[in-house]
């Protein structure tokens, strides 16, 4: 009998073991063809821009003539467009997370409240898009202007900077509250003093990586009618602008008439890549150097 039962676990170990490779089997190989994806898409677009990233290229105006554009225009576009959509996330997005971990009661409204918030950072980009173009552009008249881009770019990335800041909140540990709250300090002073220091690697790092995304999104701004036309430089938050996908997605349409577009394509993600890069570096850099050990 205890032969048997021997036997049976060392038949379920054996299955167990089978199932287990497999598994692994089919993980590795499904990484391993998101990587040559990869792989191939970054020696597309290199080996396509080679040649056309110069100096030329990245202080010139748009042109009708390949040899002569640039993306300066679509580089302060973006740039102006960051300008709006930082501060407003930061902002909104650190006070509703301070508000739903500190200040909010458990119960109905803050559950209602914080799952909605979760809902929305799923809900696919071309919706905030349309959510601009009707409140933003139409219903306050702004225009397809850098006010309404970076506003409607905010709502996109705000639940992720909310949800961020709160994991970021939640992961302080409760010992330096609640010493700080025996020393006589009051909530505020707590959250300033103690929570939001201990907290902000996190709530950085959730911030760079979101306006990263923000950066490279295009469907909402396609929605509420951002040009990649021949306009002037922006010199204000109520000035039309580019960005440099709406240009991406441009040349890459206009490349079927024009070949050479497809190689300024190919340059224009690679400096968008660079950019993008940058960015989650000192995402990283931010969270090494300012995480706390408790």
């Known amino acids: 009998m205890r032969y048997m039962d021997m036997e049976k676990v060392q038949n379920r170990i054996d299955k167990r073991l089978v199932k287990n490779s497999i598994a692994k089997s089919l993980f590795f190989l499904a990484s391993t063809f998101g990587l040559l994806v990869l792989a191939i898409l970054i020696y597309r677009v290199f080996s396509q821009s080679i040649g056309w990233i110069d100096f030329d290229f990245l202080t010139n105006k748009l042109s009708t003539r390949a040899e002569n ?20 996330t930061m902002l909104l997005g650190v006070g509703t997370a301070i508000y739903l971990e500190c200040y909010a009661k458990k119960g109905k409204l803050q559950s209602f409240i914080q799952t909605n918030i ?3 950072a799923g809900v696919p980009s071309i919706v905030f898009g349309i959510l601009g173009l009707t409140v933003f552009v139409r219903g306050f008249d702004l225009g397809n202007v850098v006010l309404a881009g ?23 540990p409760n010992h330096l509250s609640e010493a700080s709250y025996g020393m006589g300090a009051t909530k505020w002073q707590t959250i300033k003093n103690i929570i939001l220091p201990s907290a902000l690697p996190g709530i950085l790092t959730g911030a760079i990586l979101s306006l990263s995304r923000a950066i490279g999104e295009t ?70 150097k300012f995480q706390k050990r408790y």
């Open 118 to 120: 979760s809902n929305l």
């Open 219 to 288: 469907a909402p701004l396609v929605v509420i009618g951002i040009p990649a036309l021949l306009i002037p430089f922006p010199e204000s938050i109520f000035d039309r602008f580019t960005v440099m996908p709406m240009q991406i997605y441009y040349w890459t349409l206009d490349s079927a008439l024009v070949a050479e577009y497809a190689n300024l394509a190919a340059a224009t993600i690679v400096v968008l890549l660079v950019v993008l890069f940058l960015m989650n570096s000192i995402a990283i850099i931010i969270r090494n």
């Open 150 to 172: 970076g506003l409607t770019m905010s709502l996109l990335v705000l639940p992720i900077v909310v949800v961020a800041s709160q994991e970021a909140i939640r992961a302080v």
């Open 69 to 88: 554009a640039g993306i300066m225009g679509a580089i302060l576009g973006t740039l102006w467009l960051m300008l709006i959509v930082a501060p407003v």
